[in-house]
């Protein structure tokens, strides 16, 4: 058994198919068919049970999946110390990211960590807070950026960035100034997804004022915070988004932001990883430096 054979075997359990792995790692589908007979040869166990075109972990194949990818880690390490300087570092990082970390935040912290470490890439996968916890928990991404918490004794949150939802409208709207939460309900709504953080939040304010959802008048749910304010923009409707997404659009006066009376609740981003996930080195740098990447960025800056 060796590391190379090791490595490979990560890589088709980490994309559950040979001929995706061969891809990642620019080998031939019979090459890692190859490499994997002979480590089930080496060490007499199956580690994939063939069912129809799926390769499914045998209970072999889960636990040497756990001791490769501490023997992988080990190795990165050895590495890194061996090395003059860590600029060698190279690397693969998956971020699961909601909406507005996807677009304003993650961008300034990957160009922060790449002036340390210019050999890593990044794989961004942008969806609902609670979809980025999800991926978190089964392991699909290396870790999260999302604005809000979903309890899991699995799941550990590193506080980032904190940031006030606002009001926004067009030009077009007879809203003035700041406003309360109950005189909004006359206006056509715009709603993001039940699964976003923003969202979440929205509903906690209006169960604190005694209103249901059923009362507002929503007029389109949207997946896509940018689709959202382009309703906005359009005059369809008004919406409450964060301030770090509004900003750029009121920079350049293409739309309005508005206090709500009483919607004082921060709110942060944080950073999720599963504590039982064992994370590369270039994951683990990550997430050790995320406060120094985040240090550069201010909602001034964010535009």
Known sequence: MDLHQLYVFAKVVEHKSFSKAAEDIFLSQSTVSSHIQTLERTLNISLFDRVGRE????PSGE???QWALKLLLLKDQAMLDLKEGVTELRGMIRIGASSVPGQFMIPKMVKEFRNQYPKATFHINQSSSKNVADKVLNGSVDFGILGEKYESEKLCYIPLIKE???LITSHHSDIVGSVDIHDLLKFPFIMRNADSGTN????KFLTKNQITKDQLNIVAYTESGQSLIQFVLQD???AIISEMAAR????RKLLRIHEINGFDNERFFYLVYNQNKTQS??????IECAHELIKPISLDEIK
């Open 164 to 166: 006030n939802l606002v």
């Open 248 to 251: 750029e659009y009121y920079d």
């Open 63 to 65: 636990r040497l999946y």
């Open 236 to 238: 369809i409707g008004i």
């Open 55 to 58: 390769n499914i972990l045998t």
């Open 281 to 286: 080195m270039l994951s683990k740098l990550f």
């Open 200 to 203: 979440s939040l929205i509903e």
